[in-house]
């Protein structure tokens, strides 16, 4: 062998263990991006989901100011402004973290919200709410149960 051929063949060796090297190197490296990805998006997933805890927890103190200072200029209704609001937190607080809440519960969330504003506005307007359509839904409903019942 020749003085040449022996440095090529070094060079080659040096060559191929500088590239399997870096193979491995590029594949650790790969596997820790992995795991900082699904770590990642496992953290942004976490940070969402707190979010929307936390809004769903926060309530907002203007509102409630709000409320409470027309539930005071107006205290001959007091009793039943408290009522309607306490009844909306619990709504809140309680019913809304179902997956799924009845129409009727939803109904009465509105209209426990409509009667606190009727209070803050009273002076100015008057609000009437119709609930006819409600005793159409709770009649449609006990019919459908009563299908259900008798078909099985």
Same mark, same amino acid.
């Given at each position: 062998m020749t003085e040449l051929s022996i440095i090529l063949l070094v060079i080659t060796g040096v060559a191929a263990i500088v590239i399997?090297?870096?193979y491995l190197l590029m594949k650790r490296h790969l596997k820790?991006?992995?795991?900082?990805? *699904?770590? @990642? %998006?496992?953290?942004?997933?976490?940070?969402?989901?707190? =979010?929307?805890?936390?809004?769903?927890?926060?309530?907002?103190?203007?509102? @409630?100011?709000?409320?409470?200072?027309?539930? =005071?200029?107006?205290?001959?209704?007091?009793? @039943?402004?408290?009522?309607?609001?306490?009844n909306v937190l619990d709504y809140i607080l309680y019913e809304s973290q179902n997956r799924f809440v009845s129409p009727r519960e939803e109904i009465d969330f509105a209209l426990n919200l409509i009667e606190i504003n009727?209070?803050?506005? *009273?002076?100015? @307007?008057?609000?009437? %709410?119709?609930?006819?359509?409600?005793?159409?839904?709770?009649?449609?409903?006990?019919? *459908?149960?009563?299908r259900s019942y008798l078909s099985t």
């Open positions: 399997i090297w870096l820790v991006r992995r795991q900082l990805e *699904s770590r @990642f %998006v496992e953290m942004e997933n976490r940070m969402n989901t707190l =979010q929307l805890q936390t809004l769903e927890a926060r309530l907002n103190p203007h509102l @409630f100011k709000n409320i409470l200072n027309s539930i =005071q200029s107006h205290a001959y209704q007091t009793y @039943f402004a408290m009522d309607k609001l306490s009727k209070i803050k506005i *009273s002076p100015l @307007f008057s609000i009437t %709410v119709k609930k006819r359509w409600m005793r159409w839904m709770r009649c449609t409903m006990k019919r *459908s149960w009563r």
